[in-house]
């Protein structure tokens, strides 16, 4: 259940950034999370529900996008992003790969309004 | 109106961690923090470990559990100092309980603290507690897929244990396998392997005194 940290953190985030843009509203935000930090997206999308209400965030979506871990093999040389934890190289199958990043958590963008103006039509 | 932030998320939980770091500097404290799933072998490694190192070190334990005190009663047993961190059910400890546990710790007479994490693969691995060194233990009664079931613990390891050795015989465990994944993810990591049946592995000890505070 680390998605209620992860979560917490991430409204934070995103609740500073709306105050710096001078938000009146936030229509969804994007967090990108590393596949190696094995979320599951109904317990985050739960997490955002319960975390986000009585917010600025209350009415937002939560969009998840997965960073993939760099995979680089041994015997054939592919490098290679994968968005899955696999345990052997995606071109020849070797298991001699090494694996690196998909550890990050980045709040990658967010959809707000800014009062009137821009009002919900923004896009 | 889209704006594109790209802001990595600090753990909220990396303040303490960093005010751990302070503390554990201050006062020339190793901190090692030792993950793994239930029944892994945890306690059972820290009974062996800490009677090996009273010749060179005064240790302490902060002992994770989700509600009993009966991990914490097998440590208080060898005489070391030991804090009870009860989490009321949460599965992982966090740097700000860590943080409140070692201020109760005599820590002007200690040169060790280990943490015995909660019994679990997942979450643990995603909380930095500001430690020295992290130890990932496994047993060979779990299954040898672990590293690649769990990664995250395995890659942010600085060493691994694979416990219950002498049990080896009595399951499917494959060594080689093991060690092949654990290195997928995790390219340093000594590996050692140990026994509540033998002596701690020396190259474990000489491990653990070889590091830095």
């Known amino acids: 259940m680390h998605e209620f940290a992860i979560v917490q953190s991430l409204c934070e985030a995103a609740l500073e950034e709306a105050k710096r843009h001078s938000a009146v509203g936030i229509l969804s935000i994007t967090c990108r999370v590393g596949v190696m930090r094995q979320i599951v997206p109904e317990i985050m999308q739960t997490a955002f529900e319960l975390t986000s209400e009585g917010t600025l965030l209350e009415k937002a979506i939560l969009k998840l996008e997965t960073d993939g871990v760099e995979s680089t093999c041994s015997d054939c040389g592919a490098r290679e992003t994968v968005y899955e934890l696999l345990f052997e190289c995606p071109v020849c199958g070797s298991t001699s790969i090494r694996c690196s990043g998909g550890k990050d958590i980045t709040l990658v963008s967010m959809d707000i309004s800014q009062g009137e103006g821009d009002g919900d039509s923004s896009s | ?213």
């Open chain 2, 1 to 213: 109106m889209e704006i594109r932030v790209l802001r990595r998320l600090e753990d909220r939980n990396q303040a303490s961690a960093d005010e751990i770091s302070a503390v554990l500097k201050k006062h020339e404290i190793r901190l090692i923090n030792i993950m793994g799933g239930p029944g892994c072998g945890k306690t059972t490694l820290l009974e062996h470990l800490l009677p090996k190192l009273v010749d060179r070190f005064r240790c302490a334990v902060l002992e994770g559990d989700l509600y009993t005190t009966r991990d914490a009663e097998r440590i208080a047993a060898l005489q070391a100092p030991v804090v009870q961190l009860e989490t009321q059910g949460s599965c992982h400890l966090d740097a700000a309980l860590v943080l409140r546990g070692l201020k109760e710790l005599p820590l002007d007479d200690l040169n060790v603290v280990f943490v015995e994490n909660v019994g679990n693969l997942v979450c643990p691995a995603n909380f930095d507690l500001g430690e020295t060194a992290r130890i990932a233990v496994m047993s060979v009664t779990e299954g040898h897929e672990k590293p690649s079931k769990y990664p995250l613990v395995f890659s942010r390891a600085h060493a691994v244990v694979i416990s219950k050795i002498d049990l080896l015989e009595h399951t499917n465990f494959d060594v080689a396998a093991a060690e092949s994944d654990i290195r997928v993810v995790n390219a340093d990591a000594p590996i050692f392997k140990f026994s509540h049946r033998d002596d701690v592995p020396q190259p474990l000890i000489d491990w653990i005194v070889s590091l830095s505070t």
